[in-house]
């Protein structure tokens, strides 16, 4: 390549020598012109031919895709039908392929349990199958009756090609390619394809082909793991393809230059096997000559990967003989230049250079201006951009394109635990998996932190976005390797689908956040499309935590006061507290009304210092006047709970002012607090502990399954759920699960106290199953802080019925 610094000649006063040099300089000038324009053209070759060879791939892949699309059709035929007979199959698969028959062949193969198996093939006889038997593949390569086994694949219903060898009746099973296509498709519902089998014909040889397996599931019926899936598949769909036939017939509908040579090999084949399927350029006039992999390393070539199912094969494009490279231009330059004056060529040689420099930085700059620095994707400004041409090529009739905004749940938490290095590695990590699993033309962006962007082209149906926010949020909830840790992730996707009425591409990514926010407002881990429902929710929400900010500030919460009672006696041994919000156009608000939004929106976290505050504020005055009950419960949100340094200072803080004994505060946490709780949160629990607090589990019985936190965290006392003891006394389900759980909790000693009681004949089946404590209406709805010291002052409460006695009950 030429020498990019400038040239100064040095001119002689006298003598031929200013002509020598001249020539000289004329000489060199043209045979540096001569290489750069052959280097020049050289790339220009390259670049078209990398052109070319994309433009094959991508319609290779796009006509592979076309097929297979129709054995996906021909599924959506029977998820949509509970029976499907012969003629039925025959008439949908004929719409199906119209005039591709002869390069696939679909057939359906139910699973039969070896018990059923003559019962099947005599209902097949009967039903239009002369004949039919259930046959395998010998060690000789003949059919023969299938050996007894427990199950079967065997082909029921098939397309018709004409040279192909009968294939009703043989066992799927029976032939190793095609059962573990099978397995891999049932297992992973999924399609799965064995790329390289050989395809048996009648008289007329083999053939190399391919075989797609599509599970089809028993209407109904779960297939969430691989278990549910192996005992309710309800058969297979298979699409067996002759190889050749069909990349040729894909090829031969497009428009696209023929001056290469195809190869395709398996992705797992030897570097020397053969390929499976070779296409020589249209002008060599003679076939093209099968080579191995290694030796196609020896030329220049292109490569990419074709994917059908779970399998793929390896696109390598070569170009035809007669090599990249043509000179022609270079040879003219070189006459050219050899008869311009030296002078104007090094003038234009030094305007050439300063072009390619400033060209080079004005590059970089555009780069670094449009890129994110960690993972080397677009940026915001980038996505920004690119989503304005799809929004006015739309408005122009351009197709369609939705706006995917994406969040990773609980990001900060692998941040805190493993360290801002580790995240930085998660989040490269999650990009790959994001371009494994859009399309090649989507566009994936980074806009800082844990949120992506994904604009997807070409959307016709809003479902095909589904699908793929559904893929998106399998593939990062998969387990993640990370320096030999395995991290576990989810993700929140917020969707926004184009069009003509929405106001521009700004709109679009408010309406992706705001489904991003509904996304994780419903639980996290799934995704929303935006509507405008979402919009005013949103709206209304974001108003209620401005007001309930405001509410802090100028005083208008309040804490009331639920007795717990000793249930035989009325005693009352505790007090619950509960917020209140003296709303000033709305009147007084129960929790149920802004905890939540409180939480969504962070001010919970000022909303929980203040109840502890007030609690512990009110229980020194208790104290004082000597009514103080023996325990005070205050309900902690998950917010608070992770927050949980935050939450430790808080309480110990609370108390000190206060001067309030730690026993006397009660923390109410619910099971779904305690089940999500990591390591360190165990912590915050313990040393809760130590420092002297009780810790209840809230709403027990609504929460996970697993009850392992009752062995591993400090808990004092169960309070069992509301809406089981409403219907202890009229459903023997709830009472049955009300006793075990005062039975559990006597067995690990902890106290249990029954929330929701509003009847005695509720009150006496609690005495008789064992529960000594209770709260509810029934004895006193929440009061304010002077009804509750009126109340204290009494000490028991009188049931509106007069005093539960305790009676003898079975439910002991």
């Keep these: 390549m030429p020498d990019l610094s400038p040239i100064k000649p040095k001119l002689l006063a006298t003598g031929p020598w200013p002509i020598v040099a001249a020539a000289g300089l004329g000489v060199c000038v043209a045979v540096s012109a001569w290489f750069a324009v052959a280097s020049w053209e050289e790339r220009l070759a390259k670049a078209k031919f990398n052109d070319v060879a994309g433009d094959y791939a991508a319609v290779l892949q796009n006509g592979l895709d076309h097929y297979l699309n129709k054995l996906v059709d021909v599924r959506a035929f029977y998820d949509a039908s509970h029976t499907v007979d012969r003629n039925e199959f025959a008439l949908f698969t004929s719409r199906v392929l119209e005039e591709e028959s002869p390069l696939m062949r679909i057939t359906w193969s139910p699973r039969v349990i070896g018990a059923e198996r003559d019962e099947f093939e005599h209902t097949a006889r009967a039903e ?73 014909h009648n008289g007329a040889g083999d053939w190399r082909g391919f075989f797609v397996a599509l599970p089809v599931f028993k209407q109904g019926l779960p297939h969430v793991s691989v278990e549910d899936r192996r005992h309710n598949i309800l058969g297979i769909l298979g699409g067996t393809f002759d190889t050749s036939a069909v990349f040729n017939a894909i090829l031969a509908k497009a428009v696209l230059p023929r001056d290469v040579d195809i190869y395709l090999y398996p992705k797992d084949a030897d570097a020397d096997a053969l390929p499976v399927y070779a296409r020589a350029a249209s002008d060599r006039g003679e076939p093209v000559k099968p080579m191995s992999e290694a030796a196609l390393a020896n030329f220049p070539y292109w490569s990419s990967a074709l994917t059908a199912g779970d399998a793929s094969w390896n696109l390598i494009v070569v170009p035809a003989k007669g090599g990249l490279s043509t000179f022609y231009r270079a040879w003219l330059v070189l006459a050219a230049v050899l008869l311009v004056f030296a002078a104007v060529l090094a003038y234009m040689w030094a305007s050439l250079r300063h072009a390619v420099r400033l060209e080079l930085a004005n590059s970089k ?15 915001r400004r980038a996505f920004i951009k690119r989503l304005t041409m799809a929004y006015s090529a739309s408005l122009r009739g351009a197709p369609p394109f939705a706006v995917l905004y994406l969040d990773i749940d609980d990001f900060k938490d692998v941040n805190d635990t493993l360290g801002h290095a580790m995240g930085d590695l998660l989040l490269k990590a999650v990009v790959e998996r994001l371009k494994q699993t859009v399309k090649p033309e989507d566009l994936v962006a980074r806009f800082g932190g844990d ?141 149920a009304s802004f905890i939540p939004i409180a939480e969504r929106t962070g001010a919970v976290l000022p909303l929980g210092h203040w109840v502890f505050e007030e609690a512990c504020r009110q229980l020194k005055l208790w104290r004082d006047e000597g009514v103080a009950p023996p325990v005070l419960s205050v309900n902690v949100s998950s917010v608070q709970f ?171």
């Design 128 to 200: 239009g199958a002369p004949g039919y038997q259930i046959r395998s593949w010998s060690t000789g390569g003949a059919l023969a009756p299938a050996p007894e086994q427990n199950e079967y694949f065997p082909v029921l219903f098939s397309t018709g090609v004409p040279r192909a060898l009968s294939v009703v009746g043989i066992d799927l099973d029976s032939e190793s390619m095609r059962r573990n296509a099978l397995e891999r498709a049932r297992d992973g519902d999924r399609m799965a394809t064995s790329p390289d089998i050989v395809l048996r």
């Design 365 to 379: 700059i555009l780069e670094l201006a449009q890129t994110d620095l960690l993972t080397n994707l677009a940026n």
């Design 451 to 591: 949120e992506f962007a994904i604009l997807s082209t070409g959307v016709s149906d809003p479902t095909e976005v589904g699908t793929l926010a559904e893929e998106i949020g399998k593939r990062l909830a998969a387990p993640f390797n990370i320096k030999d840790h395995k991290v576990r992730i989810t993700s929140s996707i917020g969707i926004a689908l184009y069009s003509p009425d929405v106001g521009g591409p700004e709109a679009m990514m408010m309406q992706a956040d705001l489904a991003l926010y509904g996304a994780k407002d419903e639980g996290r881990n799934c995704y929303r499309f935006h509507s405008q429902h979402l919009d005013l929710e949103v709206h209304e929400r974001v108003r209620i935590a401005d007001e309930l900010r405001a509410a802090l500030e100028h005083g208008e919460l309040e804490l009331h006061y639920q007795p717990q009672v000793e249930l035989s006696t009325g005693r009352i041994i505790g007090l619950e507290a509960l917020i209140r919000w003296n709303h000033k156009t709305r009147g007084l608000l129960t929790p």
């Design 642 to 812: 992770k927050g949980s340094s935050e939450l430790e200072r808080e309480v110990e803080a609370s108390l000190t002012r206060w001067g309030v004994n730690p026993s006397d505060l009660e923390l109410e946490l619910t099971e779904s607090v305690l089940m999500e709780a990591t390591q360190r949160h165990s912590n915050t629990l313990q040393n809760l502990h130590q420092l002297g607090t009780k810790i209840a589990i809230d709403d027990f019985g609504t929460g996970y399954s697993s009850l392992k936190y009752l062995t591993t965290y400090p808990v004092n006392r169960l309070k069992l759920a509301q809406e089981f003891v409403f219907r202890v006394t009229v459903d023997y389900r709830n009472a049955a699960v009300v006793r075990a759980a005062i039975r559990l909790a006597h067995e690990l000693g902890l106290d249990v106290i029954a929330e929701g009681v509003e009847t005695e004949a509720q009150a006496r089946f609690l005495i008789g199953a064992g529960c000594e404590q209770g709260q509810g209406y029934y004895f006193s709805r929440p009061v304010t802080a002077l009804k509750a010291t009126e109340l204290l002052r009494e000490g028991r409460i009188e049931p509106m019925t007069g005093p539960v006695r305790k009676i003898a009950s079975s439910a002991a």
